[in-house]
Nanobody
Framework: QVQLVESGGGLVQAGGSLRLSCAAS????????MGWYRQAPGKQRELVAL???????NYADSVKGRFTISRDSAKNTVYLQMNSLRPEDTAVYYC????????????????WGQGTQATVSS
């Protein structure tokens, strides 16, 4: 089994910063793409940022220049540094990772964390 555990959410004023972390644990052979998604009340879950196993990144237009995704592959951990936060960034942030548990699996499987709340006050 694979678990993703997020941390780092909280309450911050507009213009402030938060740093989210997500660690994958369990039986892991390799981790491919890792990413962050968010879901605000009444809205669909949306992509925030992705990072591949070789370090390529992709961001939603709404967070470009403000958020930075990074990973520590040795620790199977992904981070999201969120700066210049806005009230519209308020959401539950979910970590996602594509994992192979053994070398014999034909493809990486998607796993999700339980989510961490980030609230930005105006």
């Amino acid at each position: 089994q694979v678990q993703l555990v997020e941390s780092g959410g909280g309450l911050v004023q507009a213009g402030g910063s938060l740093r989210l972390s997500c660690a994958a644990s369990g039986t892991i052979f390799s981790v491919n793409e890792m990413g962050w998604y968010r879901q605000a009340p009444g809205k669909q879950r949306e992509l925030v940022a992705l990072v591949t196993s070789v370090g390529s990144t992709n961001y939603a237009d709404s967070v470009k220049g403000r958020f930075t995704i990074s990973r520590d592959s040795a620790k199977n951990t992904v981070y999201l540094q969120m700066n210049s936060l806005r009230p519209e960034d308020t959401a539950v942030y979910y970590c996602n990772a594509f994992v192979k548990q053994t070398r014999y699996q034909p493809r990486h499987i998607s796993y999700w964390g339980q989510g961490t709340q980030a609230t930005v006050s105006s």
